[in-house]
C-alpha cells in the first residue's frame, strides 16, 4: 500500500499545477491516469527539484530505484520475500532519504 501513497503524492504534485477554476490540460489529465511513478515524477512538475535531491543524497538515489518499480499488481504478488518489502517500506519512508517525506515537503 505504501507505494499507493507515493502515487497520492505524485498526483497531488499533478494537481497542483491546476489552478481553481481552470480547465485543465486535456493531456495532462489522461496522462495522469496511470499507476506508473516514474510517468507521474514526470508529469508532477517536481523533476528538477527530483534531479537536485538525488545528486545531494545518494541515499535518496537509491531509494527512488527501489520505489519506482512499484505497480499496482505488486500488492498480489506472491513471491516478494520480507526482505523485499522491509527495503521498500524503508525506501518510502525513512525520514531522512525516503521518498515519500520529500514529497510531502512539497504538496
Not at 46 to 51: P, V
Request: proline letters at 2%.
Amino acid at each position: 500500500m505504501l507505494g499507493y501513497a507515493v502515487e497520492c503524492a505524485l498526483k497531488a504534485a499533478v494537481a497542483k499545477q491546476i489552478r481553481e477554476h481552470d480547465f485543465p490540460d486535456l493531456k495532462l489529465v489522461r496522462d495522469s491516469y496511470t499507476h506508473d511513478l516514474e510517468k507521474l515524477l514526470a508529469l508532477s512538475g517536481l523533476k528538477d527539484k527530483f534531479n537536485d535531491k538525488s545528486k545531494d543524497d545518494d541515499r535518496f538515489a537509491v531509494n527512488w530505484t527501489l520505489t519506482k518499480d512499484w505497480n499496482e499488481a505488486t500488492r498480489y504478488s506472491t513471491t516478494i520475500t520480507e526482505v523485499s518489502a522491509r527495503d521498500l517500506h524503508t525506501a518510502i519512508t525513512d525520514h531522512t532519504s525516503g521518498v515519500l517525506p520529500w514529497l510531502m515537503t512539497l504538496w
